[in-house]
């Protein structure tokens, strides 16, 4: 995967994870002064996909020889896809600023086995815009093998916050206190942001092998990822073809929670369009996107 997108020079007011927004209208620096938190500034967006074009897709990929293809990878692919063309979904903020985020990081939870008590992590993936399906399910499927047949029960995440949660409580309180002051400043180490769960893109969590539906899931107010999808492939539904035979649909059903501070309502509306198309015609995903749209100064 090759970025397309030019290089920028980092200047005064910049993070380590994104440039900071300086030609915003004047409505867009005021509301993160108004709602403070991203909780806050919470939207909720709901939505439902036929599947039957993505079951096929999924079918082609692993008969090409990709096991464990399936919806979430067409899913990631897509969003990775909106960014390209609305890269507005991908800013952040911090420290009461707006910023564009240099990369695409998308973060999930894995569990070394399903079951109830099995050790899990935070795994985050970082994507360039122009990544296809293709590229999404190998950096994914790796990453994912990689701690599954890892010895160690526990990532790097795991292991520093276990060494916090064994400091007396006015010590761990003394300490998160501390790295929400450096989030503000945009001091964390990087080391830090590359481990950090609340630091992102997006976070996306399946509710499919649990056999529930999706949820509303709450944005973090410590960190800057401004989006969270939960999505499901549970639901089944009777309903009548155009020749009037009853036929049973299967659904991919997604839940979508956003930071409305990061752009408004009609960029949030095309980045959504933009997603319905590719989830309905996920072959767009097997090749990069035509162009890729840079965010604003």
Not at 48 to 69: M, Q
Request: hydrophobic share 40%; glycine share 4%.
């Amino acid at each position: 995967m090759s970025s397309k997108t030019k290089k920028r020079r980092r200047r005064i007011g910049d993070r380590p994870e994104g440039r900071r927004l300086r030609t915003l209208e004047p409505i867009n620096i005021i509301i993160p002064f108004i709602m403070k938190t991203r909780n806050d500034a919470s939207n909720l967006f709901s939505d439902a996909i036929e599947l039957s074009a993505i079951k096929k897709y999924v079918h082609e990929k692993r008969r090409l020889g990709k096991p464990g293809f399936n919806a979430m990878h067409v899913l990631v692919a897509s969003y990775i896809r909106c960014v390209a063309s609305n890269p507005g979904i991908n800013r952040f903020i911090n420290g009461y600023r707006i910023f564009a985020r240099n990369n695409i990081q998308v973060i999930m939870e894995v569990k070394k086995e399903l079951s109830l008590n099995a050790p899990a992590t935070m795994l985050k993936f970082t994507f360039t815009p122009d990544a296809t399906a293709d590229d999404v399910y190998k950096l994914m499927n790796s990453k994912i093998l990689e701690y599954k047949n890892a010895e160690e029960k526990n990532s790097s995440f795991e292991k520093i916050t276990k060494i916090l949660c064994s400091f007396p409580r006015w010590i761990f309180k003394m300490a998160i206190g501390l790295l929400k002051f450096l989030d503000y400043y945009g001091k964390i180490p990087k080391f830090l942001l590359e481990i950090s769960p609340f630091h992102g893109s997006l976070v996306i969590t399946s509710m499919a092998s649990l056999n529930i539906p999706s949820i509303y899931h709450h944005l973090y107010n410590f960190g800057n990822v401004p989006m969270f999808i939960s999505f499901s492939t549970a639901r089944h539904e009777n309903a009548v073809d155009k020749n009037g035979d009853p036929v049973k649909k299967h659904f991919l059903d997604i839940k979508i929670t956003t930071d409305e501070r990061i752009c408004d309502g009609q960029y949030f509306a095309s980045a959504l369009h933009e997603l319905r198309r590719c989830l309905n015609n996920p072959h767009i995903l097997d090749n990069p996107p035509d162009k890729i749209i840079e965010d604003i100064d």
